[in-house]
């Protein structure tokens, strides 16, 4: 089975100036759609489970679904990463399940709300490297903390990463990538107005500017939703309320690759599909019930989203450019 640590997935991508989407899964539909799509356009996978998703699937069903994955596709390249891990012990329950990589969200406390120290984040990150590199796992840090920018929705904790503090972060905690906080967030509601390619919608000169400093670095960027307007009006056509949003366009993710970005976190994207094709076929078809009819067409318009951004991002077409990694291998390489 290739699990791959994602390390080896970002290290082909930097070697190949490409970016690799990470999908979050809750359950069987999500992971058909990505793996589906993976074959389809030969790109590898970064599948994630947040705490909410082991939570909501009692960790061991979803555990299965993503072995369940590899095992189906075992010539695409899989790392099972575990998203905004929040404490040193919830690292150790995804590694124990055998996830390949993890994050530590050290830029809150483990509440996952307040914001941490730059301290406070390095000492969690270095207690979770010096854990999770003997097995192989990869790491993910972030610093700053994600949230709106000017006309964005934010958490209200809104602290774009420092490029004059990464070098001393990296060199201090050994993370082999970095969420860095430019101007995104997450969930649907991130732009009041639609982004316009001619204005700065993003802190692009951070991403520019750690790329100088630190050219070997991963750097992710999360919030990275597009949020199709056409998905928002599919919904309320069928009985949603969503209020009028934008997400990140293509083009801004598109510019971030261009300078350095090698992970774009996607999650809401699948969200939106799932329900506007739920909301139309319940409308269109009043008599069913059956969940396989009308779960199947959701996870075609996953799939269909999903081949979208492998192929915008560039990772299509790099599932078979290398030998896929075992942890093994990676633990041979930190232990040098
Ligand atoms: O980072 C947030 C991801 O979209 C996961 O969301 O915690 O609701 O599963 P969740
Ligand atoms: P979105 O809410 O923009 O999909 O971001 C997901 C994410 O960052 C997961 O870590
Ligand atoms: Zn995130």
Not at 40 to 65: E, T
Not at 305 to 330: C, N, Q, W
């Amino acid at each position: 089975m290739p699990l791959v640590p994602m390390k080896q997935i970002l290290d082909e991508a930097a070697k190949g100036g490409y970016g690799v989407p990470h999908f979050n899964v809750n359950n069987m539909e999500q992971a058909q759609a990505i793996m589906r799509a993976a074959e389809k356009v030969s790109s590898p996978v970064i599948m994630a489970a947040s705490r909410g998703a082991l939570k909501y699937s009692d960790l061991i069903y979803l555990k299965h679904i993503m072995f369940a994955s590899a095992e189906k596709y075992p010539r695409i390249p899989l790392a099972l990463h575990l998203d905004h891990g929040n404490s040193l012990e919830t690292i150790k329950t995804a590694i124990s399940l055998g996830f390949t990589s993890v994050m530590i969200d050290g830029s809150l406390k483990e509440d996952g709300k307040t914001p941490t120290s730059f301290e406070e984040n390095v000492a969690v990150t270095r207690q979770v490297v010096e854990y999770a590199h003997p097995f192989g796992v990869t790491v993910e840090g972030e610093l700053g903390c994600l949230g709106g920018i000017e006309d964005g929705v934010g958490s209200g904790h809104s602290k774009l990463t420092d490029p004059n503090q990464v070098e001393e972060f990296l060199k201090l905690t050994g993370v082999d990538a970095l969420a860095v906080a430019i101007g995104t967030s997450h969930g649907a509601y991130k732009f009041k107005i639609k982004p316009d390619p001619e204005k700065n919608l993003l802190a692009m000169d951070i991403i520019k500017s750690i790329h100088k400093k630190c050219p070997q670095l991963h750097m992710v960027m999360h919030g990275s939703s597009s949020v199709p307007s056409e998905l928002i009006a599919e919904i309320n056509k069928y009985g949603g309320k969503m209020a009028p949003t934008y997400g990140v366009p293509l083009w801004a993710i598109k510019e971030g690759i261009a300078a350095g970005v090698r992970k774009i976190n996607v999650d809401t994207d699948l969200r939106l599909a799932v329900t506007a094709t739920v909301r139309k076929y319940f409308h269109d078809n009043p008599d069913k019930f059956d969940p396989r009819d009308y779960l199947t067409p959701a996870r075609d318009a996953m799939q269909k989203i999903i081949e979208e951004r492998f192929v915008a991002f560039g990772s299509a077409g790099h599932a078979f450019d290398y030998k896929p990694m075992t942890l093994e291998d990676a633990k041979k390489f930190y232990r040098h």
